[in-house]
């Protein structure tokens, strides 16, 4: 089965930019969709396609995708974005759905 | 407002079953795909099963295959998650989410998400 591999845990200090990585073999020939969860709530999609954004989500949130490494970019880092982060994609060999095991950000 | 709300998670013995339901409002049900996406304490999400938007389409992940079985009923725009033979692996938060789109046999991304369900199993 398809497995994505997340970093644990990231820091930043506020103002500054946070990169989330998520690595699959040839992940850049899927799209990779990334998902916020703050304690207590829901995920929350926040770039869908590698690098394009639900209406409603600041564009400090940015992703790319390439190779065996998409990654999440957070600019202008605030403490609001401290949370979980999520990568997703749809393995085709399996029909299904996969996660990646998350990243803690925290901003310091 | 395009809303999903699951209900039926409690607190249940091992072997034993339990009914989660996911009501949508604010879009045309029929037309999405939907996920069951669950987290068990203090871990990531795991994806747990998907019916396509007739229900004709099915996955299960391999944890739960042959003991979930997930359905949908477009008149009443819900959406139904059955669990058997339920272990004290299965405690965890159930989340339904809609796909955003699926085409060509793939899906891309989950863009709703209901507020979850809490499901326990112990003796």
């Known amino acids: 089965s398809y497995v994505l591999t997340q970093p644990p845990s990231v820091s930043v200090a506020p103002g500054q930019t946070a990169r989330i990585t998520c690595g699959g073999n040839?992940?850049?020939?899927?799209?990779v969709h990334w998902y916020q969860q703050k304690p207590g709530q829901a995920p929350v999609l926040v770039v869908y396609?590698?690098?394009d954004r639900p209406s409603g989500i600041p564009e400090r949130f940015s992703g790319s995708n390439s190779g065996n490494t998409a990654t999440l970019t957070i600019s202008r880092v605030e403490a609001g974005d401290e949370a979980d982060y999520y990568c997703?994609?749809?393995?085709?060999?399996?029909?299904?759905?996969?996660f990646g095991g998350g990243t803690k950000l925290t901003v310091l | 407002e395009v809303q999903l709300v699951e209900s039926g998670g409690g607190l249940v013995q091992p072997g034993g079953s339990l009914r989660l339901s996911c009501a949508a409002s604010?879009?045309?049900?029929?037309?999405?795909?939907m996920n069951w996406v669950r987290q068990a304490p203090g871990k990531g999400l795991e994806w747990v099963s998907y019916?396509?938007?007739?229900?004709?389409?099915?996955y299960y992940a391999d944890s739960v295959k042959g003991r979930f079985t997930i359905s949908r009923d477009n008149a009443k725009n819900s959406l139904y998650l059955q669990m058997n033979s339920l272990r004290a692996e299965d405690t965890a938060v159930y989340y339904c989410?809609?796909?955003?789109?699926?085409?060509?046999?793939?899906?891309?991304?989950?863009?709703?998400w209901g507020q979850g369900t809490t499901v326990t199993v112990s003796s």
């Open positions: 604010g879009f045309t049900f029929s037309s999405y795909e």
């Open positions: 997703q994609v749809w393995d085709s060999s399996s029909d299904h759905e996969v």
């Open positions: 040839n992940i850049g020939s899927k799209s």
């Open positions: 019916i396509s938007s007739s229900g004709s389409t099915i």
């Open positions: 396609d590698d690098s």
């Open positions: 989410a809609r796909n955003r789109y699926c085409s060509g046999g793939s899906c891309y991304g989950m863009d709703v």
